[in-house]
């Protein structure tokens, strides 16, 4: 299977991962249970966005941790391929319709 994390691959330098959190570290908050439970959900997503015909070089789903350690899901894409995204779920959302 592909790489489907958000973490690594060729496309690794496109740019959708590019923001830095501002947020500090704590020390003795556990930011790594979190984060591993986002990532356990960012390889489902990026798996159901390939499956969808998407790329993870224009869009993907990527793990984080909050600032109180909570696991983050971040969907990260170029513009066009949101749209098309915006698309499939405005469609499934009116019973499979294709407008």
């Known amino acids: 299977m592909d790489d489907v994390t958000?973490?690594?691959g060729?496309?690794?330098?496109?740019g959708l991962d590019s923001e830095i959190d501002c947020a500090l570290w704590v020390p003795g908050v556990d930011y790594i249970t979190g984060w591993r439970e986002a990532?356990?959900?960012t390889e489902r997503l990026n798996a159901a966005l390939r499956s969808a015909?998407?790329?993870?070089?224009?869009?993907?789903?990527?793990a984080a941790s909050g600032a109180d350690?909570?696991?983050?899901v971040r969907l990260?894409?170029?513009p066009g391929a949101m749209?098309?995204?915006?698309?499939?779920?405005?469609?499934?959302?009116d019973g499979g319709r294709v407008l």
């Open 10 to 14: 060729n496309w690794s330098g496109d």
């Open 39 to 41: 990532r356990a959900v």
């Open 76 to 78: 990260a894409g170029r």
């Open 53 to 62: 015909g998407f790329e993870l070089s224009e869009l993907r789903a990527v």
């Open 69 to 72: 350690g909570c696991g983050v």
């Open 83 to 93: 749209d098309r995204l915006a698309g499939l779920l405005k469609s499934a959302s």
């Open 6 to 8: 958000g973490t690594g």
